[in-house]
């Protein structure tokens, strides 16, 4: 009854960004994909740890996931064949996403303050996970070398990149002398545009401190105008800036525009884009403003601006030297030529080797380089606590990839340094739904003793089992139900009166995930596939999604409702037309089962279509010839129903059963 699909190929792309907002680096991967999407054969998925008003356009180039954790659905990597993380702040979220053998490609837009932010955890799990890395500039690459021992043979500088054509086109939605007018800025003054988000790293109290020693110093020879895009009008953070510009006095001329959704109208109105940042890897911005034929001003030392403007997009002062700065602010104010003709040198810089049409091919060798069509996503993640004075935590615990096929040894080692005596160790197999049978788990010393083991049914019956694992009775091993994200072994006291620096876990475990083996459990999970539903209801997707998805239960539902039924060549009818009979027939229809339509009692709704399929009145089923229908109640009449269908010659189990979603 079930439609023959193809199997999957290898061939899907999985982009994961931190965000979608409107900042270089998801800007940058926007415009990568659409570069890409045409250029290469590959599906693009894309994962949005968080939102942002780029979302809608990552929804135009692929299909968008929003999670804040790594638990996604078991099937959604099963046919990604590269993963290519967008930045360098992705440790921890890689550490726990069950990529198995596909490789993963980092793309580096941060400098050291902001790898040092995220902690040295990340930094670890990023480099223990990363086949490649992609670094936006030079200065990007020299701390990733310096700083982090990154060899150079894993880097590659692909500097950042822009659509000129696209920029223009946008650009041109508003006139300068409009955006001027609407600014109140005079024609002939000089209008200086700073860019980026309201923290420390970008400058943005810098910027203020420039525009009032341009204030205090400027000659009365031409206006100056200084502009901010970046961070919303309303942030309380600038609500303190704004307080020191009214302190500064009035005749500074600073204003804040917040996020723009076009800011390209605002670039091309303005004469000069300075960036006062301390740290940037490599500005996009500056390279938007190239393409308009605006020259950059930065600070030498600051990252990947020096390059640029060495190159000839624009100008540099010392090292957060404001009065430099301000000072050849000063001095153009009465020459539009250096100002203009370094404009027309950063456009052409931006043509010859900032557009992505110079770039692009770089991406795409790389990507076809990495990419593995034979890769495969691991079962999920095994994880092992080691109780300290508080307890289990995160920070005491180790991880590691199941592997999806086969009987694997899962293999642990660990200190007992900082735990309580007599510790407990817990021990999570699996963070997914899965049918989990264990031959074998033995913790010995480093010297080889034997601290315990259990290989027999006897021996495993000593442990406790919590969480969402639920046993399943078996003679000879342990076998195991996970329900949830969170089942959990506990081990027998250990006995240890002193630090033992070096024991190991083993465990011989195997996975199955299978319909075929989850459908009979079915019942237990059926709390969870509500709970899904739920949060599905309004679109088919959810903001932070389980280590199960919807689909993969439905899958369950249905394989649980045929086992033990024969229904070849059997018509299939589903009793009800209320809101279960019409969520099971859209299931029906979604994993591509055939059925010929729904069952109601009431006489007024035959003839007429749910879904393209139509509703029949219980005649119906009198009528058929051949074979015996078979019909699914969708309904929560299902006793009453059971009792008609019974009285109609039909068999319970055999030619009707209620659905299972109910």
Not at 57 to 81: N, P, Q, W
Not at 416 to 422: A, D, F, L, P, S
Not at 558 to 570: D, E, K, P, T, W
Request: aromatic letters at 8%; charged letters at 25%.
């Amino acid at each position: 009854m079930k439609k023959q699909t193809n199997s999957p190929r290898k061939e899907t792309i999985l982009f994961i960004s931190h965000d979608a907002s409107r900042t270089g680096a998801p800007i940058l991967l926007l415009n990568i994909l659409r570069w890409l999407r045409g250029r290469i054969p590959n599906r693009f998925k894309i994962l949005l740890r968080r939102g942002g008003p780029l979302e809608p356009l990552f929804r135009e180039v692929g299909d968008v996931v929003k999670t804040e954790d790594s638990a996604i659905g078991d099937s959604y990597l099963h046919d990604v064949c590269l993963i290519y993380s967008n930045t360098i702040t992705n440790g921890l979220f890689l550490e726990t996403l069950p990529f198995g053998s596909i490789p993963i490609l980092t793309h580096v837009h941060e400098l050291d303050y902001v790898i040092g932010l995220h902690g040295s955890a990340n930094i670890r799990e990023v480099k223990k996970h990363t086949s490649h890395f992609i670094s936006c500039s030079k200065a990007a690459a020299a701390s990733l070398t310096r700083n982090q021992g990154i060899e150079d043979a894993r880097i590659s500088v692909i500097p950042g990149s822009v659509l000129p054509s696209d920029i223009l086109a946008k650009s041109k939605k508003k006139h300068p002398h409009q955006v001027r007018k609407s600014l109140g800025i005079d024609a002939k003054a000089l209008a200086v545009l700073g860019c980026g988000t309201r923290d420390l790293r970008k400058g943005i109290d810098l910027y203020i401190e420039l525009a009032a020693y341009c204030a205090r110093n400027k000659q009365p020879s031409r206006k100056l105008e200084f502009l901010w895009i970046g961070s919303a009008v309303h942030d309380p953070a600038l609500e303190i800036l704004q307080g020191d510009i009214k302190k500064l006095g009035r005749s500074i001329h600073l204003r804040f525009l917040g996020d723009l959704d076009n800011p390209y109208p605002y670039i091309a109105a303005s004469d000069l884009l300075c960036l006062p940042s301390r740290e940037d890897p490599f500005p996009l911005v500056m390279l938007e403003a190239g393409a308009l034929g605006k020259p950059t001003l930065a600070f030498k030392g600051s990252g990947g601006a020096e390059e640029y403007c060495r190159q000839g997009g624009g100008f540099l002062a010392p090292y957060l030297d404001v009065a430099g700065m301000g000072d050849w602010i000063l001095n153009r104010l009465a020459d539009e030529k250096i100002l203009s003709g370094n404009g027309r040198k950063a456009e052409k810089l931006i043509h010859s080797r900032y557009s992505l049409e110079t770039t692009g091919p770089q991406y795409v060798r790389l990507i076809n380089k990495l990419l593995r069509r034979d890769a495969s996503a691991a079962s999920g993640i095994s994880q092992l606590f080691i109780p300290g004075i508080t307890g289990y935590a995160e920070e005491n615990s180790l991880k590691q990839q199941v592997p999806e096929e086969g009987w694997n040894l899962i293999r642990y080692n660990f200190h007992t340094q900082g735990t309580n005596n007599n510790c407990v160790i817990r021990f999570d197999p699996l963070d997914r739904i899965a049918v989990m049978n264990i031959a074998k788990i033995v913790l010995t010393t480093a010297e080889g003793k034997t601290l315990w083991k259990a290989r027999t049914s006897k021996e495993f019956n000593e442990l406790r089992v919590e969480g969402d694992a639920v046993r399943i009775p078996d003679a000879k091993i342990l076998k195991l139900l996970s329900t949830g994200p969170d089942p959990i072994l506990y081990l027998p006291k250990l006995g240890i009166s002193e630090t033992c620096l070096g024991i190991s876990l083993d465990v011989v475990m195997q996975v199955d995930k299978s319909p075929r083996a989850l459908a009979p459990h079915f019942p237990r999970l059926l709390h969870l596939y509500h709970k899904l539903f739920r949060l599905y209801r309004e679109e088919r997707q959810i903001h932070t999604p389980p280590s199960v998805d919807l689909d993969n239960l439905e899958k369950l539902g249905i394989a649980y409702l045929f086992s033990g039924v024969s229904i070849n060549q059997r018509k299939i009818y589903i009793w009800g037309t209320g809101e279960a009979a019409r969520h099971l027939g859209g299931v029906m229809d979604r994993q591509g089962y055939k059925f010929e339509g729904f069952i109601d009692r009431g006489s007024k709704n035959e003839g007429q279509k749910i879904s393209e399929h139509f509703i029949f009145s219980p005649s119906i089923l009198s009528r058929n010839a051949g074979k015996r229908p078979f019909i699914i109640i969708g309904s929560q009449f299902y006793p009453q129903v059971s009792r008609r269908l019974k009285r109609m010659g039909f068999t319970e189990g055999k030619d009707f059963d209620p659905s299972p979603f109910l």
